[in-house]
Structures are given as structure tokens and as C-alpha cells.
């Protein structure tokens, strides 16, 4: 019997191909960008279509600021002035925006995950792999045009190109590194040296991590390019950071004494020997732990779960295949006292031992007449819940 592939080895395929985990995950590390050949042509197909941008389009969703559009050509900033392709109230005015897109404007739909099935699903299991946000942006460029000047991002992107050709500037010199939303931008960079090209053709892909410069423009012909930007919105160790010290300053008074600003004059000495034992209990095991956690129930409360129901449900029998909903990011959390909670989108379930090791099976699939006595209850429980789909 074939084993269908779960939305993380699915999105893992769509996203890297061939490549294995570990050194995609190696990647994910280093500086450098990669150009992924494609398969076949129609590789990234199923994730978007222009005649899907067109029905989007035609819906009030279209409206600002999920909606932009990106002219190359222009003086000053490449960002089209809205007011050339909206209405006053943000929605799309779709007889100037075609015009200004027929110019040569690139269309910008941001976040179309969150409206469009196939890249929500995408995203999902990308999110299940690196445990992080994962976003997608589309790019509608017509031929022979270039949306953005050169740039470098703040996050890591996976550039999946759906349709048309692309040809990609890429420097190795990066003049901010490591740069997040919170980096100021300096103002009139301009890349070191020569870049390396690549063209991109339909089921391509490339890597590009960020603060590496790069531009694209659409090569000429008779069709546009359709390229979908997968953003990887990892936090920076700052951030993570960050959240650590709110976690411990709840639980540990130190953290809350008075900082004693009287001593600044003493010199820095005097304020690492206060500093230093704090910033230690940052790297202790609990208070990792606890950021992890913390990391991963944000995760599953911004992103909206793909449950494994809909308004009605039917309730399972002892005979009933079932495995966890592929689309819902959980976590199972040992307890000091036993048992175990299992964290997801929802409110935190607790768990005993048995039902515990019932999860973890659960997750290849299995039976309730396989799990044992009182399973029954257990399965409908979570399949009510939208945890549980039939395998």
C-alpha cells in the first residue's frame, strides 16, 4: 500500500525537490543561495494560476494593502502610487489597474496564503518542518519588465517560478548581514562586484537567503511572469531573546529589581558583575525550554489550523483508520508529574501516559480497536476537536 506523503514531506518535495532534509536545513544556515532545476514544467502549477489572480481580482478582497504594484522603470521609488489602480476606499479599480499593468507594472498580491487553499496547505507544511511563520506573495510581471530595483530581504525566500521566465541578479557580498525588520535600513547601497545570473523557467526554484543583494526582471516573449516569494519569517536570537527575558521576568525577582542607574557612573564593571549571573539564567535548560514552548504556542495561535472537520462530523468506531490532521500544528509536552499536554491551536489538552502513547501512534494512523480499551471515547474526543482525520 502506498503511504501518501504528509503535508510536511509535500511541501518539503514542492519547495527543495530531491534535496535532503539535512542539507536543506544546512542551507537554511549559511549564507549562500541555491537554484533548484525543476522536475518538470509544471512542478509549481497546482500552487497558482493567473486565471486564480484573475478571480481574485474580481472579489472585494482585492483591496489595499494585500494589493501593490511595482514599476521598475519609474523615477524615485518603484512602488505605483495608489491611487493609479485603487479606489479611495482601497478596493481594486480594476480598469486602471489593467492599464497600469499593461505598462509594464508588476501586480503584487501579498499574503495570498491566507485566502488561497493550495498555498495555505504549502505553507502548513513548511511551518511543520521549520517552526516558524511561513508567508506567500505573488508576482505578476509582464514581459520584458522588472518590478523591484535592486534589494536585499529580511528573511530567507524560496522563489518558486509558476509560469514565464525570470532572469535573477544575485551578489555575494552582503553589505548588512544578517538583517532583520528592526536593521535600519542605511540608505543608497549599491552592490560589490559582479552578480551571478540565473534564468528561471517554469518548476524552478531558488533559494535566496537574506541580506543577500538581488533583482529580477522578466525576459521578453509572449508570456508574463508568475513567480510565487515564500517568505521564511524565522526570529532572529534577538528576538527569541527577547522573549525569554519576558518569560523569566514573570517567575524570577531578580529580573524585576530596580536596575541601579546611580551606578552608571562606577564604570561597566560594576554593572556586569550585576549582569552577568541574569543573563546566564537565560541560557539555563527551564528557561530554554520554556521559550521553545512559547515560540511554538505562538505559532499555533497566529496561524490559522487546517482542522480535520468541517460543521458536521462523523464519530469513529473501533474500526475507524484514523491519523492526526496533517494541517494542525501540535506538540507533545511532557509533564514533571506525568502524563503530558499536548499543545496546539486550541486550548492545551492534558493527557495521562496511555493517551499520550495513543498520540504518538496516532500519527502514523492507527485503529482505536488497536489502541486498546477506552480509545473509542479518546479518538471521537479529538476528532470532534478537529485534531483526528480518517486515515
Known sequence: MTTEPTLAEAAWAQAFGDLPLE??????????????????????????????????????AARSPRLSMADGSRQGSAAVPPERY????????LPRLFAVFDAGATLVVSQFHEMHPPLMRFCRGLEA????????NTYLTPPGAQGFRVHYDTHDVIILQVRGEKRWRLWSHQPVPQPTRRTPWPGGIEPVGEPETVTLRPGDTLYVPRGVMHDAAAQDGADPSLHIT??????SFAAVLRIAVDLLEESDPALRA?????????????LAALA????????????????????????????????????????????????LAPGVLHALVPEAAGGASLRWAGAPLTLSDTEAGWVERLSEGATPAELGEGSVAFCARLRRLGLLVEA
Do not use: N, Y
Open 23 to 60: 542539507e536543506g536545513l544546512a542551507l537554511r544556515e549559511g549564507t549562500a543561495w541555491r537554484h533548484i532545476a525543476a522536475p518538470h514544467p509544471a512542478h509549481h502549477a497546482s500552487l497558482l494560476s493567473v486565471a486564480e489572480l484573475d478571480s481574485f481580482l474580481a472579489t472585494d
Open 86 to 93: 485603487l479606489r479611495e476606499d482601497g478596493r481594486a479599480d
Open 129 to 136: 518542518v521549520f517552526l516558524h511563520a511561513v508567508q506567500a
Open 230 to 235: 515564500v517568505g521564511l519569517l524565522e526570529p
Open 258 to 270: 530596580a536596575f541601579p542607574t546611580w551606578r552608571l557612573a562606577e564604570g561597566p564593571a560594576a
Open 276 to 323: 552577568g549571573p541574569l543573563a546566564a539564567k537565560l541560557a539555563e535548560p527551564a528557561a530554554l525550554e520554556r521559550t521553545a514552548l512559547a515560540l511554538l504556542d505562538r505559532l499555533a495561535e497566529e496561524r490559522p489550523a487546517l482542522l480535520g472537520r468541517g460543521l458536521f462530523v462523523a464519530e469513529p468506531g473501533e474500526t475507524t483508520r484514523l491519523r
